[in-house]
């Protein structure tokens, strides 16, 4: 089966990134499928960065603004960056906005969306969850982006600095300060890092 083959859609969820961009691009008969697996392969991530950078209820908005400008600019994309690195990037950028949008808005106010799971382990976690987002909600934005990026999107330091536009030492510092004053603040709260 060719991909010109309109009567059948290939199953596209193991392609990789590269390959699906390329399919997007060539605007055929399986462009918006190839575009739902890039959404359904890296909206977690970004769910997870969104919700580090501007709280969990605000996260979902920010993942939709995300996919929605990805969808308008993956055309023009043209692989300078990995496509993951590129995401990032368009995503910290819909933080950013999104947080100057709601400045008089609390971030602690801001509910967190009801998510299926397991009763009895939310109760025990709930508490420890909320400290540790005010926790990282006080750190410097800088931090923050740079230990979400690392921590909750799982890249390493060079596509950070990538993302970010620092050097590398910067990055690696920033880490670590977050860390320490993650460290700092969750023990002072009763917590045990």
């Not at 009567?7 to 390329?22: M, N, T």
């Not at 909750?152 to 620092?166: K, N, R």
């Not at 030492?169 to 460290?183: F, M, P, Q, W």
Request: hydrophobic share 40%.
């Amino acid at each position: 089966m060719t991909l010109n083959d309109s009567s059948h859609s290939p199953d596209l969820r193991g392609w990789p990134d590269e390959a699906l961009v390329q399919v997007f691009q060539q605007r055929g008969p399986h462009s918006e499928g190839a575009f739902e697996v890039l959404v359904t392969r890296h909206a977690p991530r970004i769910h997870r960065l969104a919700a580090s950078m501007v709280g969990p209820g605000s996260a979902d908005d920010v993942v939709q603004d995300v996919f929605i400008a990805v969808h308008s600019g993956l055309q023009n994309f043209r692989a300078e960056a990995a496509l993951t690195t590129w995401l990032h990037r368009i995503a910290l950028n819909a933080c950013t906005r999104a947080l100057k949008l709601r400045s008089s808005v609390p971030w602690e106010s801001v509910a967190e969306p009801a998510a299926p799971h397991d009763l009895a382990l939310s109760g025990e976690n709930t508490d420890l969850r909320e400290r540790l987002a005010r926790a990282l909600h006080t750190l410097p934005p800088d931090q923050r982006e740079a230990l979400a990026l690392r921590e909750l999107s799982g890249l390493d330091y060079a596509e950070i600095a990538e993302i970010t536009g620092a050097e590398l030492g910067t990055v690696k510092s920033r880490i670590n300060r977050a860390r320490a004053a993650l460290r700092v603040l969750l023990t002072r709260t009763g917590v045990t890092p």
